[in-house]
């Protein structure tokens, strides 16, 4: 699917919310939230739940909740916090209210948790890890109950009392929802619903000794919070029957429901938090940030716009059928943003010496060009001819090979926005590399062509002379395999792109460059789309490739 496809992307959730809305089924309300887990950055995936919650609640005029589903202290911190706000926000998205975390309510969800063992609804089991794991069944086979299951409500509470006030070690015994161990659904089979975890956590510091399981804490955060809406990613599916026995065992002050749609998962990369870790903790790329990560500030820093990762969203819609999105639509959604949006400049990146032997030493002549072809109100920039010149590297052939659109010995071609040189002696050095090139220019081809003249092509250059030193960092592709974790006997690192960063110094940028700030977008001309690396100062400028001007994977997949 392309962004030409006339037909808009389905969103199954806003069918059902206009079917809610007609039906007033929530009083005519639409609350989502987006409930990270604080153990990682966020990624591509993230946007697309992001985009989903957020946008839902823009388009239905609702709200949208942040909330961090914060109840595994050994694996998250604030660090990840921080950057989650700074994501989200720079998507573009404003939650309603304060932040939230589900450790806001853990003394009402623990006061949940000793409601249901009033009830005769839950029990503190001592079977261990592996017992219970024997006893839960399979698939195929019913579970067996616990011997723990039929203590008493009393012997219940003083067991959790005990969990609670710490004198339980870890791991000895969990507080369990008595359901039905028989049930075909295994998330029924007895949930755990709280375990004992002697940990500091950054938000309660150690105030508790008990953690609510994901299960247990969601549906009843959502409840407390008013959503109506609760979309989450298909894996949650089986567990949304236990989501509603626990709404519908507990005196929740609302009726939130639960929808799950197809995660987003593209080619040549992963999304998975655990390996996204593994990728930063073992130095395989520079930090979460690493603009070949997927992460949101990995693509952030690579140069991607907060509108194109939100049209991307769009473009995918939302499904529950799952299906590998191709990174190729997620470079085009970058590259039509910059392609409209981001000024031209000239960069050369492999500079190889030009003198103009008939422009004189000393001089200089400067060229206004537009900063966008096709975009007048985006202004002009300067660029300076001279008698030093560094062109492309690439851009010259001793003999021209067939439909030679560049430079080559004894012919000529157009310097973007300035004159046609000729190319009248190549100097080599004592390896026999090309290190300089003597040309003429011709004074009568400034700024076009005459009548009936014929130069080979147009390439860009810059003035050796006043040009800004800068380093290129091209970026490509994470992955040489469009399913690296397909191989199941190998490891996704394995498929590491060794060519997914290739540093370039001695570049020399157009003038006008000297004072651009961190995150700004250029087009250089012939070579992609760019921007200034968060690091990069005056002193030290930095350029990242986003994206290559046209999509140069397709080619070499076709062979
Ligand atoms: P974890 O294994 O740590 O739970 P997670 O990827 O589910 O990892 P969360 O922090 O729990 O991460 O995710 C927050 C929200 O983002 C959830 O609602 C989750 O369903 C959604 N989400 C995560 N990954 C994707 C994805 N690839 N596509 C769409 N939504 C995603
Ligand atoms: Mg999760």
Avoid at 56 to 65: E, F
Avoid at 112 to 118: D, E, G, H, P, T
Avoid at 282 to 287: A, F, L, S
Wanted: hydrophobic content about 35%.
């Amino acid at each position: 699917m392309t962004k030409q496809d006339s037909v808009k992307p389905t969103n199954f959730i806003h069918q059902i919310i206009e079917q809610d809305l007609e039906n007033n089924v929530h009083g005519g309300q639409v609350i989502t939230r987006f409930p990270p887990e604080p153990n990682g950055y966020l990624h591509i995936g993230h946007a697309k739940s992001i985009c989903l919650n957020f946008g839902t609640a823009l388009k239905y005029g609702g709200q949208c909740h942040l909330r961090f589903d914060d109840t595994n202290p050994e694996k998250e911190s604030q660090e990840y916090i921080d950057s989650i706000v700074n994501d989200v926000r720079w998507l573009g998205f404003q939650w309603a209210g304060d932040i939230r975390y589900t450790s806001d309510y853990f003394q009402q969800l623990y006061d949940w948790a000793v409601f249901l063992i009033k009830e005769g609804k839950a029990y503190v089991d001592d079977l261990n890890a592996e017992q219970m794991r024997e006893y839960r069944g399979t698939l195929t086979e019913p579970g067996k109950n616990s011997p723990y299951r039929e203590r008493s409500v009393e012997e219940n509470l003083a067991l959790f009392e005990q969990m609670k006030e710490g004198t339980r070690p870890e791991g000895s015994c969990v507080l369990r929802a008595k359901i039905d161990m028989a049930s075909p659904n295994i998330n029924l089979r007895d949930p755990v619903i709280y375990r004992i975890r002697h940990a500091h956590h950054h938000q309660s510091g150690d105030d508790w000794k008990v953690y609510p399981s994901y299960d247990f804490a969601h549906g009843q955060s959502d409840a407390i919070e008013q959503i109506t809406h609760s979309i989450c990613t298909l894996e949650f599916e089986d567990h949304r029957p236990l989501y509603e026995w626990l709404i519908n065992n507990l005196p929740v002050p609302s009726q939130p429901k639960q929808y799950e749609f197809s995660r987003l998962e593209l080619n040549y990369t992963i999304t998975s938090k655990r390996k996204l870790k593994q990728l930063v903790d073992e130095k395989h790329v520079d930090g979460w940030n690493d603009p070949r990560m997927p992460t949101i500030s990995g693509l952030r820093r690579r140069g991607y716009t907060p509108a194109s990762i939100r049209n991307f969203c769009d473009m995918i819609g939302v499904t529950r059928s799952n299906g590998i999105v191709d990174m190729a639509m997620l470079e085009s959604a970058i590259r039509d943003d910059l392609d409209a949006n981001a000024p031209r400049a000239m960069c050369v990146t492999r500079p190889l010496k030009v003198t103009i032997t008939n422009f004189a030493e000393g001089e200089e002549e400067w060229f206004e060009l537009p900063a966008h072809p096709k975009n007048d109100s985006m202004g002009s920039r300067r660029v300076s001819f001279g008698r030093n010149l560094l062109i492309e590297q690439e851009d010259f052939e001793e003999v021209a090979p067939r439909k030679w659109k560049r430079l080559a010995a004894g012919e000529a071609v157009r310097l973007r926005g300035a004159y046609v040189i000729r190319c009248e002696e190549v100097i080599k050095n004592d390896a026999g590399e090309i290190i300089e090139l003597k040309c003429t220019y011709d004074p009568a081809t400034k700024g076009v062509n005459p009548e009936g003249y014929k130069a080979n092509g147009v390439i860009h250059w810059v003035n050796a002379d006043n040009s800004v030193p800068c380093e290129v960092r091209l970026y490509d592709r994470l992955f040489t395999e469009a399913n690296p974790e397909g191989d199941k006997s190998r490891s996704f690192l394995d498929f590491i792109n060794p060519e997914s960063l290739v540093v370039l110094t001695g570049c020399r940028a157009e003038p006008g460059l000297v004072d651009v700030k961190p995150e700004q977008n250029f087009q250089f001309e012939r070579m992609g789309y760019f921007c200034v690396d968060q690091n990069s100062t005056p002193e030290n400028l930095i350029f990242n490739r986003t994206v290559t001007l046209r999509d140069s994977w397709a080619k070499i997949q076709k062979g």
